[in-house]
């Protein structure tokens, strides 16, 4: 086992890099007409300077002139985390991927313009290489480029920094050798860590075998002939084969089941070289065809996301991210990560790794192979360091912890912009822990199975498990997961959490119950009446989802008092849930005066026919979500001919004023049904 706990400087003194560009602007290699090249008085005005990070200065400064440097341009304007917040709260997990994809997405195409024009004219002058990628996920751009070029991207306005991304290796390799040898499916029918995390007793008391759930699989790539995987395959629906056209336009051509972001290029060629992306998709769902069954999860499909030959830069990784947000997959799994001792950019992993949660996506990563090494918050690698992130540690299957296993805890207390989670005591990291020692899966001689160990192979059982949750309860989100996984773990160790388990080894059964009691169905709106008011602007889709309409509805001036002062809006809704025992009401809404108002919800009674009140809460000027949990559905849902629910939504004002007139604008409305 190797310990990297080395610490190295992360920026060059600005008077050095200065120097750097003065020279630069006096060579005569570059390839640009002078146009092109950066301004004289960029010599004395070391502002750009000052967005070159790490040892990137150090870099340019002894780079040949023709040399190409990775690095990553990160743009100053990013999405702000209130925007992204706000557009995660949909309830249907396709439509809350949409709405954070079309923000990011748009934030992105209104800044990187000029930072992608100049790239695409160098690259016509050789000057950077063919992949140039444009990152939504975190707006940057990532790119192999000449210092010419690095320097003249510096000096644009709408960048923020830009860091060297060196390709390094050991980022995903096991920690001992195998156990197995090629085509040893072992003693049993079925891997060791999948019956002890009770996946079995899912499948056949459940029915639940993580049908429909795509997990991408960040790795070494994958045999997509193993008889063990050829079923599990995921196909991109709207590509092709061969055709050599992007029929889907999200700019891969031919990409039908995954990608290849290996070294920063990019192809459709997704095969394995490695044998450890294929281990890790047997461990997902593998489904015994051969004679082992070694997957979690036998019917999800896996999205072949490739990064890694032998050594990768962190762009490739996180291209293959954006490619699974923007095609589809559920979960992202990566048993991968960087050592803090290689200065990964910890505060754009964080941001990366946050958007892709509010966008619906499920992310796991490992822990780490560093065992205790370099505590107490160096031993996680990034982005298992994530503090939302369900980072896994690696125990065998006796519920040992592994000795290798990387234990916590972690801080972000100098991560500029966040300086949380100070040490002591730190955040306490892994997650949670699964069997990773031995673990029997499939080979990468597309036949049969070896035997390795590591987090890399702890962090494959979970995602599997969450696949499993996800076909019980396919609008859980991120958070929903993780708290799940923890609440249902088995306590390893001393009582209660700790930095070498997390919250204890995953128990599949208990969590796919979990998971599957908050199962919960949308009614399906289908009217609404403004009972007391005037309808100013708006219809039935603007309470479907939130959005920049509203449902805009004004109180009715020189009428009575409580007229003036309050507005009434019934909705009506319908299920096809049969003999429903819960619902739950969530409304997105404002009121237009500066004092605020209160908001009741009431349902309507079948029994009494009246409006029962079910809750009140205070609405300011501001968009607010509000939801209520766990009614009793009994008198609320009436068999007619369909299955109604109706629900009077009660605006009025907290300080009467007779010289105005009330507004109330609701973005959505959704009745959840249990």
């Not at 917040?85 to 934030?107: D, F, G, I, Y």
């Not at 192979?457 to 996800?470: D, E, N, Q, S, Y």
Request: net charge negative; glycine share 8%.
């Amino acid at each position: 086992m190797r310990c990297s706990c080395l610490s190295f400087g992360r920026a060059l003194s600005v008077t050095g890099a200065a120097a750097l560009l003065v020279g630069l602007s006096l060579t005569s290699s570059t390839h640009f007409a002078a146009a092109e090249i950066l301004p004289a008085a960029a010599a004395t005005d070391d502002a750009p300077l000052k967005k070159l990070s790490g040892d990137l200065p150090r870099v340019l400064e002894f780079a040949a002139p023709d040399e190409r440097i990775p690095v990553v341009i990160v743009m100053r304007e990013q999405a702000s985390r209130q925007a992204i917040n706000m557009a995660s709260r949909h309830p249907v997990k396709q439509e809350r991927r949409e709405a954070v994809k079309a923000l990011l997405k748009a934030t992105a195409n209104a800044t990187q313009g000029p930072v992608l024009d100049l790239l695409e004219r160098a690259r016509a002058n050789g000057r950077t290489n063919d992949y140039i990628a444009s990152l939504w996920l975190h707006n940057m751009v990532g790119v192999t480029a000449t210092k010419e070029v690095i320097l003249q991207a510096a000096s644009l306005d709408g960048v923020a920094e830009i860091f060297h991304d060196p390709p390094i290796g050991d980022l995903v390799f096991p920690v001992e050798p195998a156990a197995g040898n090629e085509g040893d499916g072992g003693d049993s029918a079925i891997e060791c860590g999948v019956a002890l995390m009770r996946a079995p007793e899912v499948w056949s008391d459940l029915n639940i075998t993580g049908r429909g759930v795509v997990v991408g699989v960040i790795d070494t790539g994958c045999c997509i002939t193993h008889p063990d995987l050829a079923n599990q395959i995921w196909t991109n629906p709207g590509e092709i084969p061969n055709n050599n056209i992007d029929d889907d336009n999200n700019g891969f051509v031919d990409d039908v089941h995954g990608w290849s972001f290996d070294n920063n290029g990019s192809s459709s060629n997704i095969s394995d070289t490695n044998s450890h992306g294929t281990h890790v998709s047997g461990t997902v769902a593998g489904d015994g065809t051969n004679g082992t069954t070694t997957g979690m999860a036998p019917d999800a499909l896996i999205m072949t996301i490739k990064f890694f030959n032998s050594f990768s830069g962190q762009q490739s990784v996180w291209n293959g991210m954006q490619y699974g947000v923007d095609n589809g997959a559920d979960i992202l799994t990566a048993s991968l990560g960087w050592p803090h001792s290689q200065n990964p950019n910890r505060a754009v992993w964080r941001s990366l790794c946050e958007n892709a949660m509010a966008a619906g996506v499920i992310v796991v990563y490992a822990a780490g192979n560093e065992g205790a090494c370099c505590r107490p918050f160096d031993a996680v690698r990034t982005p298992g360091d994530v503090p939302d992130m369900i980072t896994v540690g690696a125990t065998d299957c006796n519920d040992a912890v592994a000795s290798f296993s990387s234990r916590g805890p972690v801080t972000w207390q100098s991560v500029d912009p966040y300086f949380d989670f100070p040490h002591p005591p730190g955040k306490l990291k892994p997650t949670i822990a699964a069997p990773g020692v031995n673990t029997i899966s499939t080979s990468n001689n597309c036949s049969g199975y070896s035997t390795k160990s590591g987090t890399s192979m702890a962090t494959p059982h979970v995602a599997g498990a969450i696949a499993l949750m996800l076909e019980a309860n396919p609008n859980l989100d991120h958070w929903q997961v993780k708290q799940l996984l923890q609440d249902t773990a088995i306590d390893l160790g001393a009582t209660g959490r700790d930095n070498d388990s997390g919250a204890g080894r995953v128990d599949a059964y208990e969590a796919v119950l979990a998971a599957a009691a908050l199962f919960r169905t949308p009614a399906e709106l289908t009217g609404f009446q403004v009972v007391r008011g005037d309808l100013i602007a708006g219809g039935l889709n603007d309470l479907l989802e939130s959005d920049d309409q509203h449902l805009h509805v004004k109180s009715g001036y020189g009428q009575s008092f409580a007229d003036l002062h309050s507005m009434i809006i019934d909705v009506r809704a319908r299920t096809d849930v049969a003999a429903p025992t819960g619902l739950d009401v969530l409304i997105e809404t404002r009121v237009s005066h500066a004092a605020g108002g209160l908001c009741r919800l009431a349902l309507r009674n079948w029994g009494t026919t009246q409006f029962d009140p079910i809750d009140e809460f205070a609405v300011g000027n501001a968009d607010f979500t509000h939801e209520k949990t766990g009614v009793d559905a009994a008198s609320y849902v009436r068999e007619h001919a369909s299955t109604e629910i109706e629900l009077r939504v009660t605006h009025r004002v907290v300080v009467p004023v007779f010289a105005f007139t009330f507004e109330t604008f609701i973005d959505r409305v959704t009745i959840f049904v249990r």
